[in-house]
């Protein structure tokens, strides 16, 4: 098991969701994945970690792209999970159970990336400092996560939803804090971009580790909004939130 108590948490939290997880339409999206491999531009052969694979989504994405995937997670049912979606590609693809910066990937990485992973931790620096360190030089770091609000407000009553519908959430980071992440670990060359999806109230809470009543969440979901976070009523009932992710890229110097 992983050594802190947070990452007892999250692994205690990701093995009972991993198959709601895994089932869920925003985590399959294939153009939200296809747009993710565009944007991390690894060559065909590159080899790629994913950190906080989860079940094999993202990896299984970048495989078919023709990359060499190593994959590490806490959770040994969202390792399972991965292992078996992707064994059809062979010693292309491998996953491990673990903390990633317990993780021996051997030679350098051309590319690191995580995706819905940063605002689940407690030091996002230090995982993206370690990400950057098993990269050669000239490769790419990436994170592809939630979007936070800049505004006190906003980001305030949105983390507070966030928390509440999952214990294990920390905080959403805006995307001037994704990119300060980047350039802390000495990355260069920047990139930015944003996607919009929609989440279905009652499918995000239900699949989450929830820390209030269900109604209680739902009706100060309704009461307010916030930049990357709003939610609308459905005339035949149920509620959407349309959320923003940002993917942000650098490149290690050399």
């Known amino acids: 098991m992983p050594g802190s108590d947070h990452d007892r948490d999250l692994a205690r939290a990701f093995d009972a969701q991993a198959a709601a997880f895994e089932r869920a339409k925003v985590q399959r999206d294939a153009q939200s994945l296809s747009r993710f491999v565009a944007f991390a531009a690894v060559p065909r052969g590159g ?8 079940p094999g989504l993202v990896a299984e994405a970048f495989l078919e792209a023709g990359c060499d995937v190593l994959g590490v997670d806490l959770s040994a049912e969202m390792v399972r999970r991965a292992r078996a979606r992707c064994a059809r590609f062979g010693e292309r693809a491998r996953f491990e159970l673990g903390s990633l910066f317990e993780l021996d ?5 051309d590319a690191a990336l995580s995706r819905n992973v940063l605002h689940h931790l407690e030091d996002p620096g230090g995982f ?8 050669r030089p000239g490769g790419a770091v990436l994170a592809f996560d939630l979007s936070g609000d800049p505004d006190p407000a906003g980001q305030a009553w949105s983390q507070g939803i966030e928390r ?26 920047v990139r930015v971009a944003e ?20 109604e209680e969440v739902w009706a100060r979901l309704i009461a307010g909004k916030a930049r990357g976070f709003v939610p609308s009523a459905r005339a035949g009932g149920g509620v959407d939130i349309r959320v923003t992710r940002t993917m942000v890229r650098g490149m290690k110097p050399g």
């Open 105 to 109: 990937p051997g030679a350098p990485l």
């Open 128 to 135: 993206v400092a370690r990400q950057a360190a098993l990269v």
């Open 164 to 189: 509440d519908r999952d214990r294990t959430h920390v905080r959403t980071l805006t995307p001037g804090e994704l990119v300060d992440l980047l350039v802390r670990a000495g990355l260069e060359d």
């Open 195 to 214: 996607e919009h999806l929609v989440l279905d109230y009652d499918e995000w809470f239900d699949r989450g580790t929830p820390g209030a009543p269900k």
């Open 47 to 54: 080899r790629v970690l994913d950190a906080g694979c989860g």
